[in-house]
């Protein structure tokens, strides 16, 4: 089965709105334990730090798009960055690279790491 590749932006957006929900979901479990005071602040503190952490997530993607090449997809012709050699359009799934060595290669991630 082929991998599925998603711009990187993307897919830390999606971690970053989920560690949102984990932080909810520790902090409501939290309010079973009002018996027990100290448990609950613990689960407090964790919810929050996780609600604080999606928080230093978005601002590193603020920090992220501001370096990424903005490029218009040849596919669907909508603007879109680019972060490293190869990175996904963000609306249509174009695989696409900065890198004229690799173009027309099969997609792979793996470019990334190499030097
Ligand atoms: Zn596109």
């Not at 830390?12 to 560690?19: D, E, P, V």
């Not at 230093?56 to 992220?64: E, N, P």
Request: hydrophobic share 45%; with cysteine; glycine share 6%.
């Amino acid at each position: 089965m082929a991998k599925k590749y998603s711009s990187k932006i993307n897919k830390i957006r999606t971690f970053a709105l989920s560690l949102v929900f984990i932080g909810f979901i520790i902090m409501y479990v939290g309010i079973f334990f009002q018996k027990h005071p100290i448990v609950m602040t613990l689960f407090m503190i964790l919810g929050l730090l996780a609600i604080i952490g999606s928080t230093v997530v978005y601002f590193w993607i603020g920090m992220l798009s501001t370096k990424a090449l903005q490029v218009e997809c040849p596919n669907c012709g909508k603007p879109t960055k680019i972060l490293g050699r190869v990175d996904m359009c963000m609306h249509c799934r174009e695989p696409l690279t900065v890198d004229p060595e690799l173009e027309g290669k099969e997609f792979d991630e793996s470019y990334n790491r190499k030097k």
